[in-house]
């Protein structure tokens, strides 16, 4: 079965202590995985795709990576505007399924 | 540029009422999508077009029809509400299926009593 699981479901840290998301999934056949940022009472916001083990990408403080069968969100130095929850999605070979996990809400404290 | 807008922003219906969920892009996108996003689930997508003309159904289509009325405006009908489908509901788009939904909307919030 297709699936997307995200961890932590929530994350406090202090500004400049830096951490990881995870987000793990079983596809049939991945084509890409996604990560968003979600502000409260807005849409999704694209960051990142990623679409072979051993890819990364990098904007300001995050950076994304990719394995087989998971992949990490890692923030440095967050800054209390980091602060939101991050989406992570999988899309499969086939195009039409496309899957979100549950979010990890992140709460940088200054 | 706007990018994707939805209408409304909120609505309450009662069950067995109907409604439209419009969503419009102005970025000459090919494929549009509609979510919706319950606490502690996840975006689950409802249905989904490719382009122009075809649309298809995903993960939740039960409950809900969708019309891609040109190649900017893509809506979602509610036939006859139930509580279950009390939701946000998001309209997203992109350039095509093999592109990520790169652009999401405001989304609506919708109360079914």
């Known amino acids: 079965e297709d699936q997307v699981t995200q961890s932590p479901e929530a994350l406090r840290l202090q500004e400049g202590e830096s951490s990881s998301l995870n987000c793990s999934y079983t596809?049939?056949?991945?084509?890409?995985l996604f990560w968003y940022r979600q502000d409260p009472g807005k849409g999704p916001e694209f960051l990142f795709t990623?679409?072979?083990a051993g890819e990364e990408k990098e904007k300001e403080r995050l950076k994304a990576t990719l394995t087989k069968k998971e992949s990490f969100l890692h923030i440095t130095a967050p800054k209390p505007e980091d602060s939101a929850t991050y989406l992570c999605?999988?899309?499969?070979?086939?195009?039409?399924?496309?899957?979100f996990g549950s979010g990890t809400k992140l709460n940088v404290k200054p | 540029n706007a990018g994707v807008t939805q209408t409304p922003k909120f609505q309450v219906l009662k069950t067995g009422q109907s409604m439209t969920l419009q969503c419009a892009q102005d970025?000459?996108?090919?494929?549009m999508y509609w979510y919706r996003q319950d606490p502690g689930m996840g975006l689950r997508l409802i249905y989904y077009?490719?382009?122009?003309?075809?649309?298809d159904k995903g993960e939740v289509p039960n409950g809900y029809n969708v019309s891609r009325l040109n190649k900017r405006e893509f809506s979602l009908r509610l036939e006859s509400a139930a509580p279950s489908q009390t939701s946000v509901y998001f309209c997203?788009?992109?350039?095509?299926?093999?592109?990520?939904?790169?652009?999401f909307g405001p989304g609506t919030r919708l109360t079914v009593t």
């Open positions: 997203a788009s992109s350039a095509g299926l093999a592109d990520p939904n790169g652009y």
């Open positions: 990623l679409y072979s």
């Open positions: 970025m000459n996108h090919n494929s």
């Open positions: 999605a999988v899309q499969a070979s086939n195009f039409n399924k496309f899957y």
């Open positions: 596809v049939s056949g991945l084509r890409g």
């Open positions: 077009s490719a382009s122009e003309g075809t649309t």
